[in-house]
Nanobody, 125 residues
Framework: QVQLVESGGGLVQAGGSLRLSCAAS????????MGWFRQAPRKEREIVAA????????YYADSVKGRFTISRDNAKNTVYLQMNSLKPEDTAVYYC??????????????????WGQGTQVTVSS
């Protein structure tokens, strides 16, 4: 029901920062909880962060707490992931996804029904 397109990925040195954006098409963006997932080489796809429809509730994986910040601007139909103090272990394809489920925030892939195409983030040592 909602189409998602990620942008902002790229190559960055360890310790650097990137901000990912996920632009949504559709008129019901504010009805969805949103999540960021990533899949690193040789690893399963994992939840990175999630945010409720109004932005009042957030979730972060332990591995990114204190370094990443998820936010959204419903007027722009966009969700963001600010990534600071990047580590080589953060190298992955990052995906945004939308969930119609209510709170509490879902962290499992199967709870998200719409997915973007992914954007590559590579952190060099």
């Amino acid at each position: 029901q909602v189409q998602l397109v990620e942008s902002g990925g790229g190559l960055v040195q360890a310790g650097g920062s990137l901000r990912l954006s996920c632009a949504a098409s559709g008129r019901t963006f504010s009805s969805y909880n949103m999540g960021w997932f990533r899949q690193a080489p040789r690893k399963e796809r994992e939840i990175v962060a999630a945010i409720s429809r109004g932005g009042g509730s957030t979730y972060y994986a332990d591995s990114v707490k204190g370094r990443f910040t998820i936010s959204r601007d419903n007027a722009k139909n966009t969700v963001y992931l600010q990534m600071n103090s990047l580590k080589p272990e953060d190298t992955a394809v990052y995906y945004c996804a939308a969930s119609a489920l209510p709170l509490p925030l879902a962290t499992g892939e199967r709870s998200y029904t719409s997915w973007g195409q992914g954007t590559q983030v590579t952190v060099s040592s």
